[in-house]
């Protein structure tokens, strides 16, 4: 038997509904701010992830999906949405056309990872990028969508983490002080750090590796080494949060995953996840469309993953698959039960009938699991009077209504 890849996972119909859901509810949210939807294509040239997303990340150096077109190019599945929509905005010149440039795109991205819960090789994520406002005010309007997404989808509790990682002007300072002192302690350091000292220093800030962590703790912190420009910033991003009541946890370790962050940078965590307990990583980019070829435009957003996300949100309860079913028991009623059907359906009704002849008792159970709210059955009897009998599934009542009316009354009961 052919299964599916490992570290992917099918969607079935009867979860597809919870993400149908937690989908309508971004879009609403999403427009309410004024961001428009984007679809960019899932593949793109190798050399726009490893230039926008920095080839010491572990995503870039061990987790891309990479392989060679038939005309020998290289091209890479998507493991982000930032890099391709930086990319369109640079293509189709949309800072020029667009007076508030704010998208978001939702779908899936492939990363190589070792698959576990809350882990897949081709996961989903919901992303927001908003371009052109270098104002601390957006980035609190940024983490005010994330959070009205979580809250909008049902999350129950989660932490807002909150850090600040510098800019051009004051990280590279940073970054060789931090480097000065990994080397003063390598021997504390596991070969993934000691690596990372040299090529990454801010990455060592994110090991979970137990030995190094007192070592970590004690390291110079960049809050200790922003520019005023930096620190203003970020002391008015927190103001602005405290505005708004918003709880937030300052931490300095958190300098996330990809190279391209400047100044904030925020996580979202819920306990309810267990071991992988981000929700959603977000953060300015200012300096990003350039690198990428483009002009001089900030940028700022997050990623949200949505297996985790409906996955803390559980299962919801079997839907309502039909409104009528027609339990067709004289197959001489057939085109007269098809015809109902197509009109029912044509006045916006859902309604399933059987096409295989089963009995009575079969056919209303299968309308019984369906929860059918009615059920018109015709038989030998009905068919003989030109009537239709007609039960109420919940109060289990039943009438009869001749063939003259009944699309009318069923379209009456059900819309009613
Ligand atoms: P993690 O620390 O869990 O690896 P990350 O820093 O790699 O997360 P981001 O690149 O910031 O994650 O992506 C944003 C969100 O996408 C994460 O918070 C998570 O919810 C989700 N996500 C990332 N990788 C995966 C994956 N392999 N499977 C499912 N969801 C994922
Ligand atoms: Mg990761």
Same mark, same amino acid.
């Given at each position: 038997?052919? &299964?599916?890849?490992?570290?992917?996972?099918?969607?079935?119909?009867?979860?597809?509904?919870?993400?149908?859901?937690?989908?309508?509810?971004?879009?609403?949210? $999403?427009?309410?701010?004024?961001?428009?939807?984007?679809?960019?294509?899932?593949?793109?040239?190798?050399?726009?992830?490893?230039?926008?997303?920095?080839?010491?990340?572990?995503?870039?150096?061990?987790?891309?999906?990479? $392989?060679?077109?038939?005309?020998?190019?290289?091209?890479?599945?998507?493991?982000?949405?930032?890099?391709?929509?930086?990319?369109?905005?640079?293509?189709?010149?949309?800072?020029?056309?667009?007076?508030?440039?704010?998208?978001?795109?939702?779908?899936?991205?492939? &990363?190589?990872? +070792?698959?576990?819960?809350?882990? =897949?090789?081709?996961?989903?994520?919901?992303?927001?990028?908003?371009?052109?406002?270098?104002?601390?005010?957006?980035?609190?309007?940024?983490?005010?969508?994330?959070?009205? $997404?979580?809250?909008?989808?049902?999350?129950?509790? =989660?932490?807002?983490?909150?850090?600040?990682?510098?800019?051009?002007?004051?990280?590279?300072?940073?970054?060789?002080?931090?480097?000065?002192?990994?080397?003063?302690?390598?021997?504390?350091?596991?070969?993934?750090?000691?690596?990372?000292?040299?090529?990454?220093?801010?990455?060592?800030?994110?090991?979970?590796?137990?030995?190094?962590?007192?070592?970590?703790?004690?390291?110079?912190?960049?809050?200790?080494?922003?520019?005023?420009?930096?620190?203003?910033?970020?002391?008015?991003?927190?103001?602005?949060?405290?505005?708004?009541?918003?709880?937030?946890?300052?931490?300095?370790?958190?300098?996330?995953?990809?190279? =391209?962050?400047?100044?904030?940078?925020?996580?979202?965590?819920?306990?309810?996840? #267990?071991?992988?307990?981000?929700?959603?990583? #977000?953060? +300015? =980019?200012?300096?990003?469309?350039?690198?990428?070829?483009?002009?001089?435009?900030?940028?700022?957003?997050?990623?949200?993953?949505?297996?985790?996300?409906?996955?803390?949100?559980?299962?919801?309860?079997?839907?309502?698959?039909?409104?009528? $079913?027609?339990?067709?028991?004289?197959?001489?009623? &057939?085109?007269?039960?098809?015809?109902?059907?197509?009109?029912?359906?044509?006045?916006?009704?859902?309604?399933?009938?059987?096409?295989? #002849?089963?009995?009575?008792?079969?056919?209303?159970?299968?309308?019984?699991?369906?929860?059918?709210?009615?059920?018109?059955?015709?038989?030998?009897?009905?068919?003989?009077?030109?009537?239709?009998?007609?039960?109420?599934?919940?109060?289990?009542?039943?009438?009869?209504?001749?063939?003259?009316?009944?699309?009318?009354?069923?379209?009456?009961?059900?819309?009613?």
């Amino acid at each position: 038997m052919i &299964r599916a890849i490992k570290g992917t996972k099918d969607i079935l119909p009867e979860e597809v509904g919870a993400w149908q859901r937690v989908e309508s509810a971004a879009r609403a949210l $999403f427009a309410r701010y004024g961001c428009r939807e984007i679809r960019t294509p899932i593949f793109e040239e190798t050399q726009l992830f490893a230039r926008g997303i920095g080839a010491e990340t572990d995503i870039v150096s061990k987790e891309m999906y990479t $392989f060679a077109d038939r005309d020998e190019s290289s091209l890479t599945l998507r493991p982000e949405a930032t890099a391709g929509i930086v990319r369109a905005v640079i293509e189709h010149n949309l800072m020029n056309e667009d007076p508030a440039l704010r998208v978001y795109a939702l779908g899936p991205m492939f &990363r190589r990872e +070792r698959p576990q819960k809350g882990r =897949y090789r081709q996961f989903h994520q919901v992303d927001v990028e908003i371009f052109g406002v270098a104002a601390p005010s957006v980035d609190v309007e940024v983490i005010q969508i994330a959070l009205g $997404f979580l809250e909008a989808a049902g999350l129950p509790d =989660y932490e807002l983490v909150l850090n600040s990682v510098g800019d051009a002007a004051c990280r590279p300072a940073y970054v060789e002080t931090l480097r000065a002192a990994l080397r003063a302690n390598l021997a504390t350091l596991g070969p993934d750090s000691q690596r990372r000292a040299e090529t990454n220093p801010l990455r060592v800030l994110d090991s979970k590796a137990p030995e190094e962590q007192a070592l970590i703790e004690s390291l110079p912190k960049i809050s200790e080494h922003l520019c005023d420009a930096c620190r203003e910033h970020f002391a008015e991003v927190r103001r602005q949060l405290d505005l708004f009541a918003i709880p937030y946890r300052v931490d300095h370790r958190l300098v996330r995953g990809l190279d =391209y962050y400047t100044r904030t940078t925020f996580e979202v965590t819920s306990g309810a996840l #267990g071991a992988q307990n981000s929700v959603l990583g #977000g953060g +300015r =980019y200012d300096g990003l469309v350039k690198d990428l070829g483009g002009p001089d435009l900030t940028g700022i957003g997050f990623a949200l993953g949505l297996e985790r996300l409906v996955m803390i949100l559980g299962a919801p309860k079997a839907e309502r698959r039909c409104d009528v $079913f027609l339990a067709l028991l004289a197959p001489a009623g &057939r085109d007269k039960a098809l015809l109902l059907q197509r009109e029912l359906r044509a006045a916006g009704l859902a309604v399933l009938t059987d096409h295989e #002849g089963r009995g009575l008792k079969s056919q209303m159970k299968r309308a019984d699991k369906l929860q059918s709210r009615f059920v018109a059955l015709l038989g030998d009897d009905e068919l003989a009077k030109n009537v239709w009998t007609v039960r109420d599934m919940a109060g289990s009542s039943q009438e009869t209504i001749e063939d003259a009316r009944i699309a009318a009354y069923l379209k009456e009961k059900a819309n009613g």
